[in-house]
C-alpha cells in the first residue's frame, strides 16, 4: 500500500475533481459558489496528502514509472498555492463577465494533476500523459469564453501548434527508447554511456525533445503561440497559463534534461545556449514595442524564460537551484501583474493596454505602489525578489565559466527595465484617462496587496527560500 500513500495526492485530487464535477451539474448558476469553495477545498485536501507524503530521500515506485521527493513535494505546494490564488484573482471577475462557471475550476484543476504527474514522473511516458492532461486543460480554457472569436482562434492556434509539439516530443522519446531499450530515468541515464560514446540517433532524439521542452517553455523561437494566447484568453484564464503551468516546464526540464539525459548534457547545454540568448533578445526588445499589456508581459515571460534556462545551461547543483528559484520567484510576480489587471477590471471594461493604467496613483495610490513593486521586480531593482533571482542564476553562470552568457543577461536585463519602468511612469505621471473607482472585492485586494508585499518580503529575506531550494534538490 505504500505506493499508494506516496501517490496520494494525485489520487484525492482525481477524486476530488470528479466529485466537484458531479455536483457542479446540480447546481444552479446563483449557486456556483458551492462549486469554487469545492474546488478550494479540494486543493486544501491535496496539500494536506502531499504534506503527509513528504518523504526525506527520493522513492521510486509504480514499477519504476513514478517518483516522490522532497523537490517534487515542494513545487506541488507551490502549485496548489499559486491554482488557489488563480480561484480567489478569479471569482468576481468570472460572476461580473457572466462566465462564473463550473468548467473554468474542473479544467484547472484537471490541468494541476497534469502538473501533478509531470512533477512526479520517473519515465518518459508518465511524463508524456501528464504533459498531455495539462495541454487538453489549456486548449478548452483558452477557448472557455464561448462568445468570443478572439478566444477561439487563440485556442485553435494553440492546439494546433501545441500537438505539433507534442508529437515532436513523442517522436524524440521514441528514438531514445530504440537506443537504449528503456523509458525509466534512471535507466535511461546509465543506457546511454556507452564505450562508443553517445550515438547518433540518441542526440536526434534529443533535438527533438529539446524542441518539446522549449515549446512548452515559450522560448524563442516556438513562442509563436505565447502572446497571442495571452491576449485572446480571458483575464482568468491567461492568469493561470502565465504562472502555474511554468512549475511544470521546470519539472519537465529538470527530470528529463537533467536526470535522464545528464549523459548528453554537453550536447542539450549547446542547444540551450541557443534558445536563452534567443528568448533573451527578441523576449525584452520586441515588448519594449507592446501598448497591450498582456502581450508585453507574454514578451517578457519568454525573456524570463531565457534566465530560467541559464542555470539549467550552468550545468551545476548551484545552477538547477537558482533556476529552481527563479521559477518559484517568477511565477509568484506573474500572478500579481495579471492579478492587478483583474482588480482595475470591471463589467464592460478589461484594463489591458498600457493607457488603461494612466494616472492610477490619482485613483488609488496604493495599488499603483503595489504594481511598481511587481513592475520593479520583475526588472530585477534590489531589494524586490527578482533582483535576487537574477542574480543567483548569473552567479551560477559565473561559477560555471559561462561569464560571456551572464553579461549578455545583465545587459538583457536593463533593456528590459525600459518597458517595465514605462508602466510606472504612466501610473504616476501620466493624467488619468479613466477615474472610476476600483470595484473590486475586498478578500481580492487584500490577497493581492500580500502577494505584492511578499515580492518585497522574500527579497528583503531571501535566504528561505534560497535554503528550501538548496534543502529539496
Given at each position: 500500500m505504500n505506493q499508494y500513500w506516496l501517490a496520494a495526492?494525485?489520487?484525492?485530487?482525481?477524486?476530488?475533481?470528479?466529485?466537484?464535477?458531479?455536483?457542479?451539474?446540480?447546481?444552479?448558476?446563483?449557486?456556483?459558489?458551492?462549486?469554487?469553495?469545492?474546488?478550494?477545498?479540494?486543493?486544501?485536501?491535496?496539500?494536506?496528502?502531499?504534506?503527509?507524503?513528504?518523504?526525506?530521500?527520493?522513492?521510486?515506485?509504480?514499477?519504476?514509472?513514478?517518483v516522490m521527493d522532497p523537490a517534487g513535494g515542494a513545487l506541488k505546494l507551490i502549485a496548489y498555492l499559486l491554482v488557489a490564488l488563480v480561484f480567489l484573482y478569479?471569482?468576481?471577475?468570472?460572476?461580473?463577465?457572466?462566465?462564473?462557471?463550473?468548467?473554468?475550476?474542473?479544467?484547472?484543476?484537471?490541468?494541476?494533476?497534469?502538473?501533478?504527474?509531470?512533477?512526479?514522473a520517473h519515465s518518459m511516458l508518465?511524463?508524456?500523459?501528464?504533459?498531455?492532461?495539462?495541454?487538453?486543460?489549456?486548449?478548452?480554457?483558452?477557448?472557455?469564453?464561448?462568445?468570443?472569436?478572439?478566444?477561439?482562434?487563440?485556442?485553435?492556434?494553440?492546439?494546433?501548434?501545441?500537438?505539433i509539439a507534442s508529437g515532436t516530443l513523442l517522436y524524440g522519446i521514441s528514438l531514445l527508447y530504440g537506443v537504449t531499450g528503456t523509458i525509466e530515468f534512471s535507466a535511461l541515464a546509465a543506457g546511454l554511456v556507452t564505450d562508443a560514446g553517445i550515438s547518433?540517433?540518441?542526440?536526434?532524439?534529443?533535438?527533438?525533445?529539446?524542441?518539446?521542452?522549449?515549446?512548452?517553455?515559450?522560448?524563442?523561437?516556438?513562442?509563436?503561440?505565447?502572446?497571442?494566447?495571452?491576449?485572446?484568453?480571458?483575464?482568468?484564464?491567461?492568469?493561470?497559463?502565465?504562472?502555474?503551468?511554468?512549475?511544470?516546464?521546470?519539472?519537465?526540464t529538470w527530470r528529463v534534461l537533467v536526470e535522464a539525459?545528464?549523459?548528453?548534457?554537453?550536447?542539450?547545454?549547446?542547444?540551450?545556449?541557443?534558445?536563452?540568448?534567443?528568448?533573451?533578445?527578441?523576449?525584452?526588445?520586441?515588448?519594449?514595442?507592446?501598448?497591450?499589456?498582456?502581450?508585453?508581459?507574454?514578451?517578457?515571460?519568454?525573456?524570463?524564460?531565457?534566465?530560467?534556462?541559464?542555470?539549467?545551461?550552468?550545468?551545476?547543483?548551484?545552477?538547477?537551484?537558482a533556476a529552481m528559484y527563479y521559477t518559484m520567484t517568477y511565477v509568484l510576480m506573474a500572478a500579481a501583474a495579471f492579478g492587478m489587471i483583474i482588480v482595475l477590471s470591471r463589467r464592460g471594461y478589461e484594463a489591458e493596454r498600457l493607457e488603461d493604467f494612466k494616472g492610477l496613483s490619482q485613483r488609488s495610490l496604493w495599488f499603483a505602489l503595489m504594481m511598481t513593486l511587481i513592475m520593479l521586480s520583475m526588472a530585477g531593482v534590489p531589494p524586490l525578489v527578482g533582483f535576487f533571482a537574477k542574480f543567483t542564476v548569473l552567479n551560477a553562470l559565473v561559477t560555471a565559466s559561462q561569464t560571456w552568457l551572464a553579461?549578455?543577461?545583465?545587459?538583457?536585463?536593463?533593456?528590459?527595465?525600459?518597458?517595465?519602468?514605462?508602466?510606472?511612469?504612466?501610473?504616476?505621471?501620466?493624467?488619468?484617462?479613466?477615474?472610476?473607482p476600483l470595484s473590486s472585492a475586498l478578500d481580492l485586494r487584500l490577497v493581492m496587496s500580500v502577494n505584492c508585499l511578499l515580492l518585497l518580503g522574500l527579497g528583503v529575506f531571501p535566504g528561505f527560500l534560497l535554503d528550501l531550494c538548496a534543502r529539496v534538490l
Amino acid at each position: 500500500m505504500n505506493q499508494y500513500w506516496l501517490a496520494a495526492p494525485e489520487i484525492f485530487l482525481a477524486g476530488a475533481i470528479c466529485a466537484v464535477l458531479l455536483v457542479d451539474v446540480f447546481l444552479r448558476p446563483e449557486q456556483r459558489q458551492i462549486t469554487y469553495l469545492l474546488a478550494m477545498l479540494a486543493l486544501i485536501g491535496a496539500a494536506l496528502a502531499s504534506i503527509m507524503a513528504i518523504v526525506q530521500q527520493p522513492v521510486v515506485t509504480f514499477s519504476g514509472s513514478f517518483v516522490m521527493d522532497p523537490a517534487g513535494g515542494a513545487l506541488k505546494l507551490i502549485a496548489y498555492l499559486l491554482v488557489a490564488l488563480v480561484f480567489l484573482y478569479s471569482r468576481n471577475y468570472l460572476e461580473e463577465h457572466d462566465l462564473f462557471k463550473g468548467e473554468f475550476f474542473v479544467l484547472a484543476l484537471f490541468g494541476l494533476l497534469g502538473i501533478m504527474v509531470m512533477i512526479s514522473a520517473h519515465s518518459m511516458l508518465t511524463m508524456y500523459l501528464g504533459l498531455e492532461l495539462l495541454s487538453l486543460s489549456l486548449y478548452a480554457l483558452v477557448a472557455f469564453n464561448r462568445d468570443s472569436a478572439l478566444a477561439a482562434e487563440s485556442a485553435m492556434k494553440y492546439f494546433v501548434l501545441g500537438a505539433i509539439a507534442s508529437g515532436t516530443l513523442l517522436y524524440g522519446i521514441s528514438l531514445l527508447y530504440g537506443v537504449t531499450g528503456t523509458i525509466e530515468f534512471s535507466a535511461l541515464a546509465a543506457g546511454l554511456v556507452t564505450d562508443a560514446g553517445i550515438s547518433l540517433p540518441a542526440v536526434l532524439g534529443l533535438v527533438f525533445i529539446v524542441v518539446g521542452v522549449a515549446f512548452k517553455f515559450g522560448a524563442v523561437p516556438f513562442h509563436m503561440w505565447l502572446p497571442d494566447v495571452y491576449e485572446g484568453s480571458p483575464t482568468p484564464v491567461t492568469l493561470y497559463i502565465g504562472s502555474v503551468p511554468k512549475i511544470a516546464a521546470f519539472a519537465l526540464t529538470w527530470r528529463v534534461l537533467v536526470e535522464a539525459l545528464g549523459p548528453m548534457q554537453a550536447s542539450w547545454q549547446g542547444m540551450l545556449i541557443v534558445l536563452c540568448v534567443l528568448s533573451l533578445l527578441i523576449g525584452n526588445i520586441v515588448a519594449i514595442a507592446q501598448t497591450n499589456l498582456k502581450r508585453m508581459l507574454a514578451y517578457s515571460t519568454i525573456s524570463h524564460v531565457g534566465f530560467i534556462l541559464m542555470g539549467f545551461i550552468a550545468g551545476t547543483e548551484e545552477g538547477i537551484e537558482a533556476a529552481m528559484y527563479y521559477t518559484m520567484t517568477y511565477v509568484l510576480m506573474a500572478a500579481a501583474a495579471f492579478g492587478m489587471i483583474i482588480v482595475l477590471s470591471r463589467r464592460g471594461y478589461e484594463a489591458e493596454r498600457l493607457e488603461d493604467f494612466k494616472g492610477l496613483s490619482q485613483r488609488s495610490l496604493w495599488f499603483a505602489l503595489m504594481m511598481t513593486l511587481i513592475m520593479l521586480s520583475m526588472a530585477g531593482v534590489p531589494p524586490l525578489v527578482g533582483f535576487f533571482a537574477k542574480f543567483t542564476v548569473l552567479n551560477a553562470l559565473v561559477t560555471a565559466s559561462q561569464t560571456w552568457l551572464a553579461v549578455f543577461g545583465v545587459v538583457m536585463a536593463v533593456v528590459g527595465a525600459y518597458y517595465y519602468l514605462r508602466v510606472v511612469w504612466y501610473m504616476f505621471f501620466e493624467d488619468a484617462t479613466d477615474r472610476a473607482p476600483l470595484s473590486s472585492a475586498l478578500d481580492l485586494r487584500l490577497v493581492m496587496s500580500v502577494n505584492c508585499l511578499l515580492l518585497l518580503g522574500l527579497g528583503v529575506f531571501p535566504g528561505f527560500l534560497l535554503d528550501l531550494c538548496a534543502r529539496v534538490l
